[in-house]
Nanobody
């Protein structure tokens, strides 16, 4: 079993910044992809950014140049630095981990990000 604990959400004005963190604990295999997805009210959950244990990253077009994903493998933790936030970034952000060998994946509980003046 794996637990994902997210932190760092909140309310921020347009143009502001937030940093999300997600720590994984439990039975962690050595090869995995961790990342962030988001779901706005009335919309489907969508990819924001992912990072592999080999440090390969992938971003949604809507966040490229504004968001940066990084990780600390020693702590099985992933970070999402969000700059130049826009109202359309408002959503619940979910941490996700998928193990390369088993394809088993887990979701965090989600953290609310609200961008509003």
């Amino acid at each position: 079993q794996v637990q994902l604990v997210e932190s760092g959400g909140g309310l921020v004005q347009p143009g502001g910044s937030l940093r999300l963190s997600c720590a994984a604990s439990g039975s962690i295999f050595s090869l995995y992809t961790m990342g962030w997805y988001r779901q706005a009210p009335g919309k489907q959950r969508e990819l924001v950014a992912t990072i592999t244990t080999g440090s390969s990253t992938n971003y949604a077009d809507s966040v490229k140049g504004r968001f940066t994903i990084s990780s600390d493998r020693t702590k099985n933790t992933v970070f999402l630095q969000m700059n130049s936030l826009k109202p359309e970034d408002t959503a619940v952000y979910y941490c996700h981990i998928q193990f390369s060998i088993t394809d088993i994946s887990y979701w965090g509980q989600g953290t609310q990000v609200t961008v509003s003046s």
